[in-house]
């Protein structure tokens, strides 16, 4: 079964600062892999995806994450964090490499000092 | 920008009571999914729905839930008799199927 682990339930730094949030996964294939945000309040935005291709992607809002097969990851990363990046951010990594049936980790709560 | 509207965005409801969230997917959408996260846990995948049927479910959708596409627009998750553990916000989600998943802004379900 897939399974996605976040290590740090929260994380804070200060505003400008650089960001990495770690999402180790655990999938038998070539997963599809996603980072998602959630506002206080908000549902659940899209900042970036990886399905195949270039290991690096770039996401929304100036974060990017990059993939690494041999270490079965997906850290998303910032290099400036803004006061409006607090939230809680989720990976998640899709059934049978695709975007149904998601998996999510546990979340990494993210504050940012002024 | 199209998105997935889900209503209401909060309902308080009685235990043992009937509930319906309802939800609006993105029309050129083909697959449709039911989420729920209970305050400070994992969000936690119920259901999955294309070409009017169940493809997937979890085990935490059992006969208490039940989910429809009573036309062409809505997405329904209907909880029969709620209970305390029932309490989460519920996300609607929508899909091309191998496209990224766009999820509405969730219903926050309340039984008291």
């Known amino acids: 079964a897939q399974s996605v682990t976040q290590p740090d339930i929260h994380i804070t730094v200060s505003e400008g600062a650089s960001l990495e949030l770690r999402c180790n996964y655990s999938?038998?294939?070539?997963?599809?892999l996603f980072w998602y945000v959630q506002s206080p309040g908000q549902g659940l935005q899209l900042l970036l995806k990886?399905?195949?291709?270039?290991?690096l992607v770039q996401g929304i809002k100036g974060f990017e994450a990059e993939f690494k097969r041999s270490q079965s990851s997906f850290n998303l990363r910032k290099p400036s964090v803004h006061w409006s990046d607090a939230a809680e951010y989720f990976c998640a990594v899709g059934l049978s490499g695709s975007a149904r049936q998601l998996t999510f980790g546990s979340g990494t709560q993210l504050t940012v000092l002024p | 920008e199209p998105e997935v509207t889900q209503t209401p965005s909060h309902q308080v409801t009685q235990m043992g009571q009937e509930v319906i969230l309802r939800c609006v997917p993105i029309s050129n959408h083909l697959y449709f999914y039911w989420y729920r996260q209970i305050l400070g846990q994992k969000v936690e995948f119920l259901v999955s729905?294309?070409?009017?049927?169940?493809?997937?479910k979890s085990e935490i959708f059992d006969d208490q839930f039940s989910v429809e596409r009573p036309d062409g627009s809505n997405f329904t998750l209907k909880i029969r008799s709620t209970k305390l553990e029932d309490s989460a916000m519920y996300f609607c989600a929508s899909n091309q199927g191998v496209t990224e998943a766009f999820f509405g802004q969730g219903t926050r379900l309340t039984v008291v």
């Open positions: 990886y399905f195949s291709g270039d290991t």
């Open positions: 999938y038998g294939a070539t997963p599809y």
């Open positions: 729905f294309y070409n009017n049927e169940i493809s997937e």
